[in-house]
């Protein structure tokens, strides 16, 4: 076979598979390989056929752009073809670029002119058309192949920043935009966790989630989907336009057209090259996923002179950053064992490079994702990497399974101490009974006789953020493990300088620190000592909830699951986690211990005002779970009898009586309370409340003294002059609650450079709004 004909068979082969990928992403949203994958099999194929241009046909996917048009949604025909860019992958491929513009420009490799380009991220979603006539919204269109798309106009119409009227004056009758709609980061996890809730297909990444939300034939749909627009240039107008493309994006921001904050021209490629590395530092940072830089040539008229190829114009560029996905083999898997237990699968890969990093190890979090994923080992996986994100792997390639592929099975015996591994059991608790299923945990029951739950119990403990013990590291607490120096967090009160001093990477100074950081740790905070305990699901928030409203360990120790679920954000699956733990004689022997070997944190004492007469009969009487009584039942119990001992004692004849309770429900209420087992219950519950001063009858406390008491905060883009985290504790030390996301109920918006999605929501709330400089001064007249 000639060298031609090999060309021509492996040419139709890249074709085809190139094909296939086309149809699954854009058409499916569902593509099977990463963008890495797809662009190395792009590459191969422009290559093959520049050295056979014999062999280049009109329908060579590197003639064209993007997939096919679906049937269920009408056809648009672009007057104005919407064609794809060109890649950089390298800094050479952008130096190329430059070059081949000024040269396109008719500029001397020696002259020192510098081409004026404008730079904007490249946003992660799905290129749209939007054709405005007479400053109204007439129709939207995807791109489709880029000469024709579907007709999506219900749907675009549902994204909120999109104006269905143009804003001002001055635009043109007739005005067709382009641009990207994608999905915020946070948006797209809040989407994926309702998705998870109601059994629904999850998406893989902000781009997939924003093509599947466009392409819903229910604009309901799209309508519930938080998806944004930013607008990237025109197709076609029949006005005139500023005469630079920086200058006709700020007419469109003029209009009503939202454009990218990040917005930027440089003069020459080095200021481009700058703004690309600035960029990529601030990836993570961004409200929304980003895979790129474009670079455009800002002048109009020199883009005209430039002019297109077949698919991508001479006059811009996709600087890609590394790919932040990649193909690999899963060659193993192996368990590791974590503070709580949980033994957690690891998978281990033949080693490639994501994002500039070597990666051979990826989670899989749990068998339940094993089974989501169907993974085996032996296959062909895709797998991510982003910032300091722990590597995992997204999906599998199954056409690619070799023949001896193996399924992923648990151990039976803990990997590190050899004890038996259990599957976790779900409870559920409902009215008057539970409910019990498998959980996707598997977990070793060695507790702390396991050597790697202990190790990571002290990790957790001299964490900064728990006892903050400086100097005492992961390794260091692994040593002092493995010679039986630590059998608990409280044995680290214990240790010597002799013991300390003879520890790989320990010297004189170094040992003397670590015990002077131990000895200081022992004067801490009440919320940081119980986040320091590793209870399940009690984290730094929890903690310092349990510690504002209960005020000292003693009544955070003794309360009972029923009481705890009184504190706002506590649900009764928590208020479990945390009873059992303080029941626990091990649990009680390690705190003995730690205080009595000095520990001591500050303890406000009093229950919060603000729990004090917290309670009330009905809501006890709900948190029974009294089968056939619900809220309202539960209510006209309580006003019925007034006590809980009325009702305890109230006989067939009282109940009978009283209106506003079926005749199960009657029936109910003197079975449960029939049962001697839930008399007592019931008893120590009210007993609790009244020892806490949270019952009904107590006196009701007056919170005073916090000038932010009973406010939401929310901080959002990059402080300056101080972290998120310092700025947090600052507002929490005012009393306020500072939360995650914005609603109606935000007090107020600190929003700092890059400030993105949150802002936008906060804007269109009509919420106070404060730069970095007002939230500074706020904080100075507080503390004033």
């Known amino acids: 076979m000639s060298s031609a004909q090999i060309a021509a068979e492996r040419i139709a082969q890249l074709r085809s598979e190139i094909d296939t990928h086309n149809y699954r992403y854009y058409v499916l949203d569902e593509p099977s390989v990463p963008d890495s994958e797809y662009d190395r099999l792009f590459i191969k194929l422009k290559e093959l056929e520049n050295e056979h241009p014999e062999l280049i046909t009109p329908e060579s996917p590197t003639q064209r752009v993007g997939g096919e048009a679906l049937a269920a949604f009408g056809q648009v025909r672009h007057d104005v073809p919407m064609l794809s860019l060109g890649n950089a992958f390298e800094d050479k491929d952008l130096l190329d670029f430059d070059r081949r513009v000024r040269k396109g420009l008719g500029f001397s490799v020696s002259t020192n002119v510098e081409v004026e380009y404008s730079c904007e991220p490249k946003l992660d979603g799905l290129a749209v058309s939007l054709l405005y006539e007479n400053g109204q919204l007439v129709r939207g269109a995807t791109r489709g192949d880029g000469t024709i798309g579907e007709d999506i106009s219900a749907n675009v119409r549902t994204v909120r920043n999109i104006p269905l009227r143009l804003h001002g004056n001055g635009w043109p009758a007739l005005l067709e935009v382009r641009g990207e709609i994608y999905m915020p980061k946070s ?94 530092a601030r990836r993570d940072e961004l409200p929304y996923e980003i895979d790129g830089v474009v670079f455009k040539v800002n002048s109009v008229v020199q883009q005209r002179e430039l002019g297109f190829r077949a698919r991508e114009p001479h006059w811009a560029i996709a600087h890609k950053f590394p790919a932040r996905e990649e193909v690999t083999e899963l060659i193993g898997v192996e368990f590791q064992v974590g503070r709580t237990g949980a033994i957690t699968p690891v ?166 620190n670590l015990l002077e950081a131990i000895e200081n740790s022992k004067s801490s905070s009440l919320a940081r000592f119980i986040y320091a305990l590793g209870i399940p699901d009690v984290g730094e928030e929890t903690a310092k909830l349990l510690v504002r409203a209960l005020g000292s360990l003693q009544r955070v120790g003794m309360a009972l699951p029923e009481v705890l679920t009184w504190l706002p954000e506590i649900g009764l699956e928590v208020a479990h986690e945390i009873h059992h733990f303080f029941e626990d004689e091990h649990n009680q022997k390690v705190i003995e211990n730690l205080l009595e070997r000095g520990v001591v944190f500050g303890e406000a004492g009093d229950l919060h005002p603000e729990f004090a007469g917290y309670a009330s009969l009905a809501e006890l009487l709900d948190k029974l779970d009294i089968p056939f009584v619900a809220a309202t039942g539960a209510k006209n119990l309580a006003e019925r009898f007034g006590s809980l001992e009325a009702i305890i004692q109230a006989d067939w004849l009282d109940l009978s009586a009283m209106k506003g309770l079926s005749e199960k429900a009657r029936q109910s209420v003197r079975a449960f309370f029939g049962d001697a087992a839930n008399v007592v219950r019931a008893r ?42 310092i700025a947090k504790e600052a507002l929490e030390a005012l009393g306020a609650k500072v939360a995650g996301s914005v609603s109606a109920k935000t007090t107020c918006v600190v929003a700092g450079p890059g400030a993105g999605s949150k802002l936008v929501k906060a804007s269109e709330l009509g919420l106070q709004i404060l730069d970095e400089a007002a939230f500074l001064a706020r904080l100075h007249e507080l503390a004033g």
């Not at 009904?696 to 005073?704: D, F, L, M, P, R």
């Open 187 to 280: 948006g797209f996890e809040a989407l994926n966790a309702r998705q998870l809730e109601t059994g629904s297909k999850t998406f893989a990444n902000p781009r997939n989630a924003a093509a599947g939300s466009l392409r819903q034939l229910d604009p309901k749909i799209t309508a519930a989907r938080p998806l944004e627009l930013c607008v990237y240039g025109v197709g076609r107008s029949d006005g005139v336009l500023p005469d630079t493309h920086g200058g006709i994006l700020q007419a469109l921001k003029s209009w009503g057209l939202p454009i990218s904050r990040e917005l930027v021209l440089a003069k020459g490629i080095e200021a481009c090259r700058n703004y690309f590395q600035k960029i990529g």
């Open 684 to 725: 120590a519950i009210e007993e609790q409340l009244r020892a806490f001063g949270m019952h009904w009858e107590s006196e009701k406390g007056q919170a005073v003294g916090l000038p932010l008491a009973g406010q939401a905060w929310v901080l959002t883009g990059t402080l300056e002059s101080m972290s998120r985290e």
């Open 347 to 512: 998978a281990r890969l033949k080693p490639v490079q994501v994002a500039g990093v070597v990666v051979s190890n990826a989670s899989l979090h749990n068998m339940d994702e094993v089974a989501r994923l169907g993974v085996m080992i032996g296959d062909t996986v895709i797998v991510r990497r982003a910032g300091d994100v722990i590597p995992q792997i997204l999906g599998v390639i199954t056409e690619r399974r070799p023949v001896d592929a193996c399924a992923v099975a648990v151990p039976l015996h803990c990997p590190v101490c050899g004890s038996v591994v259990e599957r976790t059991r779900l409870v559920k608790r409902g009215k008057g009974k539970e409910t019990f299923s498998q959980g996707a945990i598997y977990r070793c029951v060695g507790r702390l006789t396991c050597q790697a739950q202990l190790k990571q119990a002290i990790i957790h403990f001299v964490s900064r953020r728990a006892m903050d013990i400086d100097g005492l590291g992961e390794k260091s607490v692994e040593q002092l493990v493995d010679k039986g120096l630590l059998h608990s967090p409280a044995d680290l009160y214990i240790l010597t300088y002799e013991q300390i001093v003879l520890l790989e990477g320990f010297a004189d100074l170094s040992s003397r």
